[in-house]
T-cell receptor
Framework: DGGITQSPKYLFRKEGQNVTLSCEQN?????MYWYRQDPGQGLRLIYY???????QKGDIAEGYSVSREKKESFPLTVTSAQKNPTAFYLC??????????????FGEGSRLTVL | GQQVMQIPQYQHVQEGEDFTTYCNSS?????IQWYKQRPGGHPVFLIQ?????EVKKQKRLTFQFGEAKKNSSLHITATQTTDVGTYFC?????????FGAGTILRVKS
């Protein structure tokens, strides 16, 4: 079955540590996205990538980094510079790019807690 | 930048009552999408509307796209407990989707 796999589902980290969240898709989608969701709030875009080896900052990119070395993979690193990293992180992909991106397919999310 | 406003933020209804959430954009949209996120889950695509004045139905759910393509609504008839969750609208902004803040629906049985 095709889909998006995020890991880990739950992650605890100490302050000052970097952590990398994995996102893999086997849908052959061009575009991939990382969103952050805080309790009772909507989805805020962190980074997105429309093609391999290229990515753009979203609305809240500070303290995060990404890479897109392969079409199917878009890992997100939450760095120690991110002041309030405890949140639910969602990875998504879409078949097309840009304004006609079409529906987003989401992974099940990674819940990060900073102790 | 483009903003998508969604109201109400929260609604608690008795099972069997109707529910509506509204979405308004600061700019004209080429299309609008709706997603549902169950508690503890991830957003799942429901539908995309493209044409001015378009109305689409999915069983008890009715989706509308405004004539000016700047607003949209989702109406649920006779809510059931399975309808609980957060409903998001999203419209294209630049090269990405811009999501509304969502409407949290709770259904009391």
């Amino acid at each position: 079955d095709g889909g998006i796999t995020q890991s880990p589902k739950y992650l605890f980290r100490k302050e000052g540590q970097n952590v990398t969240l994995s996102c893999e898709q086997n849908l052959n989608h061009d575009a991939m996205y990382w969103y952050r969701q805080d309790p009772g709030q909507g989805l805020r875009l962190i980074y997105y990538s429309q093609i391999v080896n290229d990515f753009q900052k979203g609305d809240i990119a500070e303290g995060y980094s990404v890479s897109r070395e392969k079409k199917e993979s878009f890992p997100l690193t939450v760095t120690s510079a991110q002041k309030n990293p405890t949140a639910f992180y969602l990875c998504a992909s879409s078949l097309n790019r840009g304004l006609t991106a079409g529906e987003l397919f989401f992974g099940e999310g990674s819940r990060l807690t900073v102790l | 930048g483009q903003q998508v406003m969604q109201i109400p933020q929260y609604q608690h209804v008795q099972e069997g009552e109707d529910f509506t959430t509204y979405c308004n954009s600061s700019t004209t949209l080429s299309n609008i999408q709706w997603y549902k996120q169950r508690p503890g889950g991830h957003p799942v695509f429901l539908i995309q509307l493209v044409k001015s004045g378009e109305v689409k139905k999915q069983k008890r759910l009715t989706f509308q796209f405004g004539e000016a393509k700047k607003n949209s609504s989702l109406h649920i008839t006779a809510t059931q407990t399975t309808d609980v969750g957060t409903y998001f609208c999203a419209g294209p902004g630049g090269n990405k989707l811009v999501f509304g803040a969502g409407t949290i629906l709770r259904v009391k049985s």
